[in-house]
């Protein structure tokens, strides 16, 4: 008989409350050795990554979401409890790693005494040991680990080294546990956990008797009922100009690459199909989406390190009454918000809202936050209405932003009266400490959002613009010296004439359907343009002053405002409600926005026009 | 320990810049709102914790943020009604 060696762990999870820096302690043990996906069945981001032991053992790390509870309210909860209590398809992890803060055990130390219920082998990490010491709180780790009964071990998620003494603690052999249970507790018990809690707490930490937390400071003035809107604007005002000017340039940077990508091929390259394919399709078409790379990453860049330093719920906080008039919460401003960049992580962040009838709200509306994906083509239309004027193009762009936000209060409005019996949604949500963003997290957080974009772009977009080529370049059946592509126009041309929409609009909205991006590089196939990027644009913008009527004009953007557009925030939808009702609403109601607003317009401007 | 009902109040009326202690929460009917009660005693809203309102929001002083130990909490005032709180002398 052979005694089996003793089991050292292979799979450990991190849990903890939200804002205990856990995210933060997984890059640093994981560093880009981490893969983001979704948990099977939920939008919920699962994030794993492969980590080194202090003897150099490769062992896999679980980003569990941040909850401040197992018995969950909102989804990230539901499946960090699901996942560690063996009610997932997940496998049950071997070790888990609880993060507290070592600055707010009070309300921190309640996780870990509910996670040790579950019976689980379990080490904690007491996190921002670096903070405690400032703030003058000392913990007597030997008492606290007597008393919890369970290793313990600091951590600094911020600094290179932080981590070595759990990656020496993860090389402890494992011992036996039984599968984990866990009940639902009652107020008694929460009320005993807390009582326990709480002595433990007494026993084993002393803080200062003054709250030396610099937050609170801080607060005075950006939570101050006047200043405190003032700096809002201002950080968003900043935000945007960033996006805009940052963006700007180095789009610029990227449109000239891809020009000269495209003059090499057609310099080197026989004429025919292929090249076309090449020059128009591949390269025009991918290029035309990919200059929006610096305007997302400079958009998620602020949103990443708002999040980080603690500010954005503060945001939410102030907001939190105006939204309210609207029937929303605070809560919805982070989703809303991201909404500018892309409503798909926007419409992903509405998982932290644990009231579901303002989560259904915020998912409905956050296609009108004006993606950066209609930059392009917003851009395109205010040009050619006032080519020589900055200043009106400037304001009328502001304008489409505020009309889409306008409107999104409406709609959020009109379904909170539609439901007439709906229970008051919750605000309840931690003010964190203020911290300065730990660069680490920031960096991967881009590079993740890069990699996303540039995934889409190659492959769902790339394909979109083969085939929209292919469409433009194969004749029709019927021979009548159309192309498929004005074929389906034509048909289409039905539908969009009362709006105003000429064949080539109508069929430019095709291909922006899957991704709006490329309506401008669609309008440009369909007006028959080759070139490079910036030569396309620009024999565009003059075609579109020159040809299209002013209110053709209007009505495009006012469409571009409101459509339905993008089939991934269909796909997020119908993922993130479960319901297929919804996604088929949230269309429709979109749609008969955008059909009736350009027709409006369209038929307004025309009559004004001609008498 | 005796409750002293009279000097009793919800967690909504504590005026700003205002201390108390928490003496008991009100454990309601509505299954929401029971959940949403457990979650503020699973957060530290238990008996006999300090707490402080530390800023008011713009309109009808409404939401409000509350000091809870090391911690700061931004909660609707209908949500700080669920707990009673012992005001300072």
């Known amino acids: 008989m052979s005694i089996p060696s003793p089991a050292l762990p292979l799979r450990i999870a991190l849990l903890g409350n939200p804002n205990c820096g856990k995210t933060a ?19 919920v981001e699962r994030k ?11 062992i896999k790390v679980l980003d569990l979401p941040g909850a401040y509870s197992l018995n969950a309210l909102s989804n990230d909860e539901a499946v960090t409890r699901d996942v560690i209590t063996g009610h997932s398809k997940e496998a049950l992890p071997d070790l888990l790693v609880c993060v507290a803060d070592a600055t707010n055990l009070r309300l921190h130390l309640r996780l870990v005494l509910e996670a ?41 998620s911020v600094h290179a080294h932080g981590a070595d003494a759990l990656r020496a603690a993860l090389d402890e052999p494992l011992r036996a546990a039984p599968p984990p249970h866990w009940k639902q507790p009652d107020v008694e018990q929460v009320l005993a956990t807390q009582s326990d809690v709480l002595g433990i707490f007494n026993r084993t930490v002393t803080s200062p008797t003054t709250d030396k937390d610099p937050s609170i400071r801080i607060d005075r003035f950006l939570m101050h009922p006047v200043w405190g809107f003032v700096v809002l604007a201002l950080v968003l005002f900043i935000t945007f100009l960033a996006v805009f000017s940052g963006g700007d340039v180095l789009s610029g940077w990227i449109e000239d690459g891809f020009g000269a990508i495209a003059g090499a091929v057609e310099a080197n390259m026989a004429d025919g199909p292929l090249r076309g394919l090449l020059v128009e399709g591949v390269i025009g078409g991918v290029g035309g989406v990919i200059v929006f790379l610096p305007q997302i990453l400079i958009l998620f860049g ?53 009231h579901w009838r303002d989560r259904l709200t915020t998912i409905l509306i956050a296609p009108l936050m004006a993606c950066s994906a209609r930059i392009p083509v917003y851009t395109l239309l205010v ?62 957080g881009l590079w993740e959002r890069a990699v996303i974009f540039l995934r889409r772009v190659g492959t769902i977009i790339l394909a979109i613009t083969i085939v929209m080529w292919a469409l433009y370049t194969v004749p029709s059946p019927r021979d009548n010296g159309r192309s498929l592509a004005g074929e389906l126009g034509h048909a289409l041309h039905h539908v969009f004439k009362p709006i105003g929409f000429n064949e080539q609009i109508s069929f430019a909205l095709v291909p922006g359907m899957a991704a709006r991006e490329v309506v401008v590089s669609a309008l440009g196939t369909a007006y028959a343009m080759d070139g490079e990027e910036d030569a396309v644009k620009e024999q565009l913008r003059e075609r579109i002053t020159r040809e299209w009527p002013l209110a053709t004009k209007l009505s495009l953007l006012l469409w571009m405002v409101f459509a339905p557009q993008c089939l991934s925030t269909f796909v997020v939808v119908k993922r993130e409600t479960g319901s297929w009702k919804q996604m088929w609403i949230m269309g429709g109601y979109l749609f008969a926005l955008a059909y009736l607003a350009s027709l409006i317009t369209y038929q307004l401007t025309t009559w004004l026009t001609a008498s | 320990m005796i409750p002293e009902s009279e000097r009793t109040i919800s967690l909504d009326q504590l005026p700003e810049e205002g201390s108390a202690t928490v003496a008991g929460v009100t454990v309601p009917t509505d299954a929401a709102e029971r959940t949403l ?53």
Request: aromatic fraction near 6%; include cysteine; hydrophobic fraction near 50%.
């Open chain 1, 25 to 43: 302690l997984f890059n640093l043990l994981t560093g880009s050795r981490q893969k983001v996906a979704n948990y099977a069945g939920v939008t």
């Open chain 1, 48 to 58: 794993e990554g492969v980590m080194r032991t202090a003897s150099g053992r490769r």
């Open chain 2, 37 to 89: 009660v457990l979650r503020l005693l699973e957060l530290g809203f238990v008996p006999g914790e300090r707490v402080q309102v530390i800023h008011e929001g713009r309109h009808r002083r409404d939401p409000i943020a509350v000091r809870l130990g090391h911690t700061t909490f931004a909660l609707r005032r209908h949500e700080a009604a669920f707990i009673q709180v012992t005001p300072s002398a």
């Open chain 1, 383 to 444: 040009a050619a209405l006032f080519p020589d004027d900055a200043m009106s193009a400037a304001l009328v762009m502001v304008g489409l932003y505020a009309l889409g936000i306008v409107a999104a209060m409406t709609v959020a409005w009109f379904i909170k009266r539609s439901d007439k019996h709906a229970a008051r949604s919750p605000l309840l949500m931690e003010l964190p400490a203020y911290q300065w963003p730990d660069l680490r997290s920031l960096v991967i």
């Open chain 1, 116 to 156: 040790r219920q579950l019976g689980l082998p379990l080490v904690v990490a007491l996190n921002k040991m670096d903070r405690a010491k400032q703030l003058g709180i000392v913990i007597d780790r030997a008492l606290l680990a007597r008393e919890l009964n369970l290793p313990i071990v600091e951590t600094v």
């Open chain 1, 302 to 354: 602020f949103i990443l390190a708002l999040e980080a330093s603690g500010y954005l719920p503060r945001a939410a906080f102030l907001l939190d009454k105006p939204m309210s008039a609207a029937g929303l919460s605070g809560r919805s401003f982070i989703p809303l918000l991201s909404s500018f960049a892309c409503a798909i992580p926007g419409i992903m962040a509405t998982r932290t809202i644990s």
